[in-house]
């Protein structure tokens, strides 16, 4: 049974845990292999992080695991409390957002173990449009996040292995540098080609070959004139009718409601929005000097 914290006793956890005191301590709950704390932001009103509007309606709340702590030698499962606000600024395109959760947690947590992993995705991307590039490794099981390396070196991906042992099967893309990585880092592990590079193989395998035998390809034959109709519009000018349906659709959705964050209805694109917000949310705490790996932790 969860145990409601008084007053006195969740100061008396701050003093343990000094990470948590930007917070409300509600629960504390002791789950056999450990303890489970369970926090709240306890701030009244949020602004909106689009339009700044303050919002006390909550629409709804989840839970959020942090990255465990220990005391006494027991692992200590920090649960917070995350919620939903309704922004009600009729001008704002965001109907719903979530709270943030203080940096200082954040910063003060340790970056989430890797733990075993056993299909390993890796995969480059730029940093800059064009420029440096960077790594990064996904758990293919979980399709978890797992780490980030500063770029797409063989010396580098072979470091991270040895450092992470127990990989059974690392998937890349088709470039030398990750395959001599892998064979040098974890010989043992079979490597796959990403599905992505097999099609991509395919498409152009098959793009060379057309090309190769274009000469055999014989025009197609011309098509039949169509039947003279009662009704024939000549090509490049526009059927009334047409132009009437499409400007009666166009009228029918309001220009300001079908942005981004609305479908053509008007209706409230749910995904859009948690995906922009957690990518603003992520965003942020880079800015200041959060680790990406512990930062998309937080907001997976
Ligand atoms: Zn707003």
Same mark, same amino acid.
């Not at 600024?89 to 109907?95: E, F, G, N, S, W």
């Not at 758990?139 to 399709?143: I, L, Y």
């Given at each position: 049974m969860p145990l409601e914290l008084s007053d006195d006793q969740a100061r008396l956890l701050t003093v343990l845990? &000094?990470?948590?005191?930007c917070l409300r301590l509600e629960q504390i709950e002791d789950v056999g292999s450990g303890l489970r704390i369970l926090v709240r932001t306890g701030t009244e009103l949020v602004a #909106? @992080? *689009? #339009?700044?509007t303050a919002s006390s309606r909550v629409h709804d709340r989840y839970w959020r695991r942090l990255d465990d702590l220990a005391c006494g030698g027991r692992p200590v499962e920090i649960q917070l409390e995350v919620r939903r606000f309704r922004c009600d /600024? &009729? #001008?704002? &395109?965001? /109907?719903t957002f979530a709270e943030q959760v203080p940096l200082r947690l954040v910063r003060a947590l340790p970056d989430p173990p890797v733990g075993q992993i056993l299909v390993l995705g890796v995969d480059d991307f730029a940093k800059r449009k064009g420029h440096a590039y960077a790594s990064l490794l996904v !758990?293919? !099981?979980? @399709?978890r996040l797992v780490d980030l390396l500063p770029d797409r070196e063989a010396d580098t991906f072979a470091h991270w292995l040895r450092a992470h042992p127990g990989a059974q099967v690392v998937c890349r893309d088709r470039a030398g540098a990750f395959a001599a990585g892998a064979r040098q880092g974890a010989p043992e592990a079979i490597q796959v080609a990403d599905r992505f590079y097999l099609w991509q193989s395919l498409g152009e395998a098959v793009e060379k070959t057309v090309i190769a035998h274009r000469a055999d390809l014989h025009d197609p034959a011309p098509e039949p004139d169509p039947l003279p109709g009662p009704v024939h519009q000549e090509q490049g000018e526009p059927d009334p009718s047409c132009a009437q349906a499409t400007d009666q659709t166009t009228e029918d959705v309001p220009k300001e409601m079908s !942005?981004?964050? *609305?479908d053509i209805l008007g209706r409230e694109r749910r995904l859009v929005i948690r995906h922009t917000e957690r990518y603003e949310a992520v965003q942020a705490l880079q800015a200041e000097g959060c680790s990406l790996a512990r930062a998309m932790a937080l907001h997976n």
């Open positions: 845990f &000094p990470q948590l005191n #909106c @992080h *689009r #339009c700044g /600024a &009729p #001008c704002c &395109p965001v /109907a !758990d293919m !099981d979980t @399709h !942005d981004g964050f *609305r």
